[in-house]
């Protein structure tokens, strides 16, 4: 573990271990990205996955909201991709402007020899993914400890969809082939990709990530049975292994966060699946979510991303209503969005939504 400088904001880390706390932390998915305009000027000419292999660019991107948005926000996450590890998997995956993720040769049937080769290969991900270890170790440094810093992996079920899909869609025609054609063809992948989310967990965790989140993106196109078979075991899978993996590495385990979204009705099972936060997006009302989950977990979530399209007294009406169903911010809550800041968001909206959370949250001025 390299020497890293104390950190001097740990309210977000006092929040997932459930202490009270002055105000609740806050930090939002995609908060480094292309609605800022240093991002495109860091860019420059590289594509998307240029700018995760380059440890340099990726920390440079890491920091531009903490820098930005300065005392406001209580975590850095990492400058990066969930398809990281089907790219170390073997699979080529290609950014496209206005489209999104590419999967030039995806996964078609069980029988292919890309799916046998997926199963036998063994991938090194030590190796393979050393650029996000750079990444992480030198961003830990650049930030001098004023917040902690998330690492992050995409959940087997998700990545799962996207080696099949071939990138992002609308009626997951594949991902559902899988499911229900080839059910534990489908179970063998999830199983392999489980194990790479945990090696490759720890080992972000060893290069200085402080907490971990786990991406279930595409959750919500799973029914509440067929997430039971093929996602929920997974991520338990992964809660349950990644602290061990980290004790034989000589490391403390740290704070697991799982958002699965659009699995609202899992709430009360991801509270019990191993995670010491669970994330929500903006279909779960806060009070309800608090009901379900009775203390059991820190809950992170949940304005809808687009209430910063609707400017200044929209992002108020909708904070007000977070720290009143949240139970006003003391204990048990992190300050997210329900999904990650969209393209065109306008920075100071962002801001004022963070101004907001510091206004309202954790007093008593409702």
Not at 14 to 39: D, F, H, K, N
Not at 79 to 84: C, E, K, M, N
Not at 223 to 251: A, C, D, V, W
Request: proline content about 6%; overall charge neutral; hydrophobic content about 40%.
């Amino acid at each position: 573990m390299a020497d890293f400088p104390p950190l001097k904001n740990d309210l977000l880390l006092r929040t997932v271990r459930g202490e009270s706390v002055e105000r609740p932390p806050i930090w939002v998915m995609r908060q480094a990205g292309r609605y800022l305009p240093e991002y495109h000027e860091a860019k420059g000419h590289h594509d998307f996955f240029a700018c995760c292999r380059s440890p340099e660019i990726s920390s440079t991107l890491t920091l531009q909201p903490i820098d930005r948005f300065d005392g406001l926000i209580d975590a850095a996450i990492i400058f990066s991709d969930i398809l990281v590890i089907p790219q170390a998997m073997g699979m080529t995956v290609e950014m496209l402007d206005g489209k999104g993720p590419h999967f030039p040769n995806p996964l078609k049937t069980p029988s292919d020899k890309q799916y046998r080769d997926l199963l036998s290969r063994s991938v090194d991900v030590e190796q393979e993914l050393d650029y996000v270890y750079k990444a992480l170790t030198m961003t830990r440094h650049k930030l001098k400890g004023r917040v902690p810093l998330f690492g992050f992996c995409g959940a087997p079920w998700t990545l799962l969809c996207y080696m099949v899909e071939g990138g992002g869609s609308k009626l997951f025609v594949q991902s559902k082939t899988w499911v229900y054609k080839y059910p534990e063809e489908s179970k063998k992948l999830l199983q392999k990709i489980a194990l790479l989310c945990v090696r490759y967990l720890a080992f972000q965790v060893k290069a200085g990530a402080q907490i971990v989140q786990i991406f279930d993106s595409w959750a919500a196109e799973l029914s509440p049975s067929t997430f039971q078979e093929f996602s929920l075991p997974f991520l338990r899978y992964i809660s349950k292994q990644l602290p061990g993996h980290l004790r034989e590495m000589g490391l403390e385990p740290v704070a697991m966060v799982v958002f699965a979204k659009g699995a609202w009705y899992a709430l009360d099972d991801l509270c019990e699946s191993g995670y010491q936060v669970v994330g929500l997006d903006w279909l779960q009302d806060p009070a309800q979510a608090v009901a379900v989950a009775k203390g059991r977990v820190v809950l992170q979530g949940n304005a809808d991303p687009g209430v910063l399209y609707g400017g200044r007294e929209a992002i108020t009406t909708v904070v007000k209503e977070m720290v009143r169903g949240f139970g006003g911010g003391k204990q048990g809550w992190v300050v997210n969005l329900g999904h990650g800041v969209t393209p065109g968001v306008k920075p100071d909206h962002l801001k004022f939504f963070f101004e907001e959370i510091h206004r309202l949250a954790g007093g008593a001025n409702l």
